[in-house]
């Protein structure tokens, strides 16, 4: 009853590929996110949607997109992949996004993460 | 941007003893939580907590939002309380969550 997955756990690949990591939520929820894991842990937000609509974009290089098929799916897709994009990249979703209210007071869960090793 | 402080960086128990763990916050927040990324990298959530005191068996958490700081306690540590501890925050709309530098916790037997 994971409530949050990834796949894959592990993705090791070379310099200049493409690869795609996807999650899923089963919790009902309508915001998922994007989280990036450096090799200091230190965490940062990459992307957030909301009911399938880009809502947060921190100033990413557009070698990423994310793409929400439906609200419990978000995949991240990679192009010409770097060494610097070596890390833990997480999922994670709450119900509220904070768009309404004007203020977000929700918890957030997050996936088991994919460690991404580019060579 | 809002600033979140962890401290102190690293933190080493022995089983059974206790421990404070504080994050500190540059602006006023409407959304706290704490997390525990254990040694396999799982990101586990403690607690959601913006004001006030929860508890949760050996783990308690106190924030106090006029002072911008939240406190979280480890009783009777175990070695399974090992990994970091990070606080996360969100400040003012929409839902990024601003993460602490994290707390580094090795808990020996």
């Known amino acids: 009853d994971t409530a949050v997955s990834q796949t894959p756990k592990y993705l090791v690949t070379q310099m200049g590929n493409d690869k795609s990591i996807k999650c899923e939520q089963n919790?009902?929820?309508?915001?998922m996110y994007w989280y990036k894991q450096d090799s200091k842990k230190f965490l940062k937000i990459m992307f957030s949607?909301?009911?399938?609509?880009?809502?947060i974009n921190e100033t990413v290089p557009n070698r990423f997109s994310p793409k929400s098929p439906d609200k419990a799916h978000l995949n991240l897709h990679i192009n010409s992949l770097e060494l610097g994009d070596s890390a833990v990249y997480f999922c994670a979703s709450s119900q509220e996004s904070g768009l309404l209210a004007g203020t977000y007071t929700d918890t957030q869960y997050f996936g088991p993460g994919t460690r991404l090793t580019v060579l | 941007g809002i600033q979140v402080e962890q401290s102190p960086p690293d933190l080493i128990l022995q089983e059974g003893a206790n421990s404070t763990l504080r994050c500190n916050f540059s602006?006023?927040?409407?959304?706290l939580q704490w997390f525990h990324q254990n040694p396999w990298g799982q990101l586990i959530n403690l607690f959601y907590i913006p004001s006030g005191t929860k508890q949760n068996g050996r783990l308690s958490a106190t924030t106090v939002a006029t002072e911008r700081y939240s406190l979280l306690y480890i009783s009777s540590s175990q070695t399974t309380d090992s990994g970091v501890y990070f606080c996360?925050?969100?400040?003012?709309?929409?839902?990024?969550?601003?993460f602490g530098a994290g707390t580094r916790l090795a808990v020996h037997p």
């Open positions: 949607y909301n009911n399938k609509e880009l809502i």
């Open positions: 996360a925050v969100v400040s003012g709309g929409y839902n990024k969550l601003i």
């Open positions: 919790l009902g929820h309508d915001t």
């Open positions: 602006d006023s927040v409407n959304n």
